[in-house]
């Protein structure tokens, strides 16, 4: 037998067997408490930690009594799934259907809470100038991965994951809504969170990828209202300038 014909001849290069290597890069999944870290109210609640109490490369852990019974978040779960599954529905069933869902998946929040929750959900869907919001030209938890260059060109790529509560065309404009449950919710642009700006402009960032014709806007739709705040696109600025500038490759969601 010629040995260049031989089982060894067939044998692929070591570098075959080995895992390809990562090509580095900033990822940031969008979730904000990794973008910057929050505690948990007693509802379930984010709450933003003041700035001098954490950095970026390190979150805060959350005090274990906040994670009881599957609570963390619980509020802002239920009132998220209500909001993409309900518009759906003829508007007659909508307070038996979110009844019936808060009842069952909410079981370890207490009566006035699951009550809260639907009455806060059906009160901002009934609202007349929030159908835009909710209607044909819109789409609901929206997945968005995109990989951005760094202004100028040089510099690692970001690379961005995450998912939009709603996405809304409005004629030659884009609307990206951000549901959030805080009680109470502040009344200026610039008191929101820096989480949830960090966030906005993250996926402004990543829609501008898709829509690069039209103007993309970003604005959060308060529950406890209902109210709809728009942030304006020179905060965004900032913040969008802030995403380029973290160091931590370690942002797990």
């Known amino acids: 037998m010629d040995p260049a014909s031989g089982p060894d001849a067939l044998a692929p290069p070591d570098w075959a067997r080995r895992p390809a290597p ?42 274990p009594a906040a994670l009881r019974d599957g609570q963390r978040f619980l509020r802002g779960t239920l009132t998220h799934a209500l909001l993409q599954h309900l518009p ?11 009844n019936r869902f808060v009842r069952s998946r909410g079981a370890a929040l207490s009566q006035r809470v699951r009550d809260s ?41 970001l690379r961005l994951t995450g ?3 709603r996405l809304v065309r ?13 009680r109470p919710p502040p ?39 209902p109210d709809i705040m728009e942030i304006p696109a020179d905060l965004l600025d900032a913040q969008q300038a802030r995403l380029f500038a973290l160091e931590t490759l370690n942002l797990d969601a």
């Open 22 to 63: 990562r090509e580095p890069g900033l990822a940031i999944p969008l979730a904000p408490s990794r973008l910057a870290p929050l505690e948990i109210d007693t509802e379930g609640e984010p709450v933003e930690l003041p700035r001098e109490k954490y950095r970026l490369e390190e979150p805060s852990a959350i005090a």
């Open 88 to 98: 759906g529905l003829d508007s007659a069933t909508w307070e038996g259907a979110a």
């Open 117 to 157: 929750i639907v009455a806060e959900t059906l009160a901002l869907l009934r609202r007349s100038d929030f159908a835009p919001l909710f209607g044909p030209s819109s789409q609901a938890e929206v997945p968005i991965v995109a990989e951005i260059e760094v202004p100028g060109g040089k510099g690692r790529k």
């Open 163 to 165: 998912q939009i509560d």
């Open 170 to 182: 409005l004629g030659h404009e884009v609307l990206i809504v951000d549901y959030k449950t805080n």
């Open 187 to 225: 009344r200026r642009a610039e008191d929101v969170a820096e989480a949830y700006t960090l966030q906005l402009a993250a996926y402004r960032l990543a829609v501008r990828q898709i829509f690069q014709e039209v103007r993309v806007r970003a604005a959060v739709l308060w529950t406890d209202g």
